[in-house]
């Protein structure tokens, strides 16, 4: 399985700022996916970020709040802006096995990150 | 969409007892079935998984059981050890194919917070 690595690992923000979470990935990966989970809650999905092509994003998810590039097929990062306590979460950068291009569902996760905002 | 439900939320053992975990969900579509353990501070990790073609898979002192009919798979850890204590999370994959692309999407269940007492 791929080697994901996240970053920062954690971090407390103040309120109306903005902060980048990268994700690296140690081989090229078709799709990516960032997840949220909420202090002792399951994992939402946010988007589907796919190289060279725009976000894919849930309900209730919005580009403007997360921003997320996709310059290539390692790195991705997603933007959480304009901060409110209640984005005071677990951000999880996600990578799909593929099986000749094909969807398998087994998608393997990053450490996370753990941001709290004041 | 997919609907994931999984009992208990919370799950206390004595070491060496059996634990299960139940999840249903509700796109009989659905036909992939992963479990993920999370411990404290890290990334969910998958741990097995079942896909619809199958009615049981075990792997050591863990294994799943899927039965499509009624739409419900469960979990089941014997001869449980101190470090199985996590939260571990079911989800179901629903194969989504816009425009010919091979994609799909994972939906948790809410989580079960095992653990397992010395």
């Known amino acids: 399985s791929a080697v994901i690595s996240q970053k920062p690992s954690r971090d407390i923000c103040q309120r109306g700022t903005s902060l980048t979470i990268q994700c690296q990935v140690d081989s090229q990966v078709t799709m990516m996916f960032w997840y949220r989970q909420q202090p002792g809650q399951s994992l939402t999905l946010i988007a589907t970020?796919?190289?060279?092509?725009?976000?894919?994003?849930e309900s209730g998810f919005v580009i403007d709040k997360f921003p997320i590039s996709r310059p290539n097929l390692t790195f991705s990062t997603l933007t959480v802006s304009n901060m409110s306590p209640e984005d005071s979460s677990i951000y999880l950068c996600?990578?799909?096995?593929?099986?000749?291009?094909?969807?398998?569902?087994?998608?393997?996760f990053g450490e996370g990150s753990r941001l709290t905002v004041l | 969409g997919e609907n994931v439900e999984q009992h208990p939320s919370t799950l206390s053992v004595q070491e060496g007892d059996s634990a299960v975990i139940k999840c249903t969900y509700s796109d009989s579509a659905s036909n992939y079935f992963p479990w993920y353990k999370q411990e404290l501070g890290k990334g969910p990790q998958l741990i097995i998984d079942i896909r619809s073609n199958v009615g049981e898979k075990k792997d050591q002192r863990i294994a799943v059981t899927l039965n499509k009919t009624a739409k419900h798979f469960s979990l089941h850890i014997t001869e449980t050890q101190p470090e199985d204590s996590a939260v571990y999370f079911c989800?179901?994959?629903?194969?989504?194919?816009?425009?010919?692309?091979?994609?799909?999407?994972?939906?948790f269940g809410q989580g079960t917070i095992l653990t397992v007492h010395p």
């Open positions: 989800a179901a994959y629903t194969p989504v194919l816009p425009g010919g692309t091979s994609y799909g999407k994972l939906t």
């Open positions: 970020a796919n190289q060279g092509s725009e976000a894919t994003y």
């Open positions: 996600s990578v799909e096995e593929r099986d000749r291009d094909r969807s398998t569902g087994e998608l393997f």
